[in-house]
């Protein structure tokens, strides 16, 4: 930024129709000291523009979506309003770039603090207001809803794709719940005549997760191809010496390469056709590392890398809120990767209801271990789960994920960035906020 622009020597206001305008970019309208416990910098421009004689204040900003941020901006908009006795203009930029999604959602408040008008959020908007009607805009949202949550996704995908080049998409369609919510939302956000999605069974696939898949895309009206590894994976196993998949999952490298002749599979086809791969992974699984490195983690696009497992299920029963587009088969199924006989998620990771508590607090919180215990959460699992997301090799994995659409305060990846080569380990009585 500060190649293209020129800090001004000094503030003007601007006059139009004999009323002053103050106008503050972005940032310096963040930083009210009467609002915020840490600011910014030492002074506060919003108010050099109010001793300036400014009688509108106008906000121009680029301020990223994420959970509870439309709440939390029309709580400052309305109390920088009542406190200055001046009607402010909050304007926001809409629009996705890379992970980062914008949601527009613009503010007026009236000089007494009231939310006279708030545009809808994800789309452009154009709209006039009385500044002096006194009447509040029911629409102000806190943003932190699962619909909301949709809305960002499926205008993250969109604006990913068409701001590089994409018409078209392809996944692979486990008969899972991740697959099933990220077609779900790729058919919303492109269409479902351009989205191509493709089962990739092995010897250890269910009838039903293939099943599954098949009426999914009955429902949602995109094209379903199989394409079976399992020729290809017998082979494999027989020229590189490789134990058959156990249910004690002894054998690490056979069922990995299941996930990476999967992965080799989808990325063929993106470079054939000249498809978006669209990555299927949760942020509660890419946090402990319960993915494969090129395998499940290709792709162009982590559609839910920034979405809790919880917030996974959440979205799929939005998704069926008004008739059943994803088969309550899929909902209702033990998650299971489906890479060894009888093997099961929870045989791996902690019940998502208990990890995903501890991760929000962990990334979004920022809170501490002994915090995280604090409020209600098992000591050693939560330590135990701290050092799996802590972990050289998880972070390696982590360091390669394509990018991620950001819904909340602090992301896997862009927005959180640790070493891979450390032996640090924390331990119970250890503090220090991460």
């Known amino acids: 930024i500060r190649d293209s622009f020129e800090p001004a020597q000094q503030?003007?206001?601007?006059?139009?129709?004999?009323?002053?305008?103050?106008?503050?970019?972005?940032?310096?309208?963040w930083n009210d000291k009467t609002f915020w416990k840490e600011r910014l910098y030492a002074h506060d421009p919003a108010d050099e523009l109010i001793e300036m004689g400014a009688e509108i204040i106008v906000s121009i900003n680029a301020s990223p979506f994420n959970k509870g941020k439309m709440g939390q901006r029309c709580a400052m908009v309305s109390h920088r309003a009542r406190t200055s006795q001046l009607p402010i203009v909050f304007v926001n930029l809409v629009g996705g770039n890379d992970g980062v999604i914008f949601d527009g959602?613009?503010?007026?408040?009236?000089?007494?603090?009231?939310?006279?008008?708030?545009?809808?959020?994800?789309e452009e908007f154009f709209g006039t207001v009385d500044l002096e009607c006194g009447v509040a805009d029911e629409r102000c949202l806190p943003g932190d809803d699962i619909e909301t949550i949709r809305s960002a996704l499926v205008l993250g995908i969109c604006d990913y794709a068409r701001k590089n080049g994409f018409t078209t998409a392809v996944l692979g369609l486990s008969g899972g719940i991740d697959s099933a919510v990220v077609a779900a939302l790729a058919c919303q956000a492109l269409g479902a005549a351009n989205v191509l999605s493709v089962m990739m069974p092995s010897p250890y696939s269910s009838r039903s997760s293939i099943d599954d898949s098949v009426e999914l895309g009955r429902r949602l009206g995109m094209k379903?191809?199989?394409?079976?590894?399992?020729?290809?994976?017998?082979?494999?196993?027989?020229?590189?010496?490789?134990?058959?998949?156990?249910?004690r999952g002894s054998s690490h490298a056979t069922e990995n390469l299941q996930s990476r002749l999967r992965g080799n599979i989808l990325m063929t086809i993106s470079n054939a056709e000249g498809r978006l791969l669209?990555?299927?992974g949760n942020k509660s699984e890419l946090a402990l590392g319960y993915c494969t490195l090129y395998g499940d983690t290709n792709g162009g696009l982590a559609v839910i890398g920034d979405v809790l497992k919880t917030e996974v299920y959440a979205l799929a029963?939005?998704?069926?809120?008004?008739?059943?587009?994803?088969?309550?088969?899929?909902?209702?199924?033990?998650?299971?990767?489906?890479?060894?006989?009888?093997?099961?998620?929870?045989?791996s990771l902690p019940p998502y209801d208990k990890l995903d508590p501890i991760l929000k607090m962990y990334f979004e919180e920022k809170a501490t271990p002994e915090e995280i215990i604090a409020a209600g959460n098992e000591a050693t699992m939560v330590y135990e789960i701290l050092n799996r997301v802590e972990s050289p090799a998880n972070?390696?994995?982590r360091r390669q994920l394509p990018p991620t659409l950001i819904i909340s305060r602090n992301a896997i990846g862009i927005g959180r960035?640790?070493?891979v080569t450390h032996h640090y380990r924390r331990q119970p009585g250890q503090c220090g906020s991460v």
């Open 317 to 347: 029963r939005h998704l069926n809120s008004a008739s059943e587009i994803i088969p309550t088969g899929i909902i209702k199924k033990r998650p299971s990767a489906e890479l060894a006989p009888g093997q099961f998620d929870d045989q």
């Open 395 to 397: 972070e390696f994995k």
């Open 11 to 29: 503030r003007h206001l601007f006059t139009v129709d004999n009323c002053k305008l103050g106008v503050a970019v972005c940032e310096d309208f």
């Open 224 to 247: 379903v191809i199989e394409r079976p590894i399992t020729e290809a994976f017998q082979v494999l196993l027989k020229e590189l010496d490789l134990p058959p998949a156990s249910a």
């Open 278 to 280: 669209l990555s299927t």
């Open 105 to 122: 959602a613009s503010l007026v408040a009236d000089c007494e603090g009231k939310i006279i008008l708030q545009a809808p959020p994800f």
């Open 417 to 419: 960035r640790r070493p």
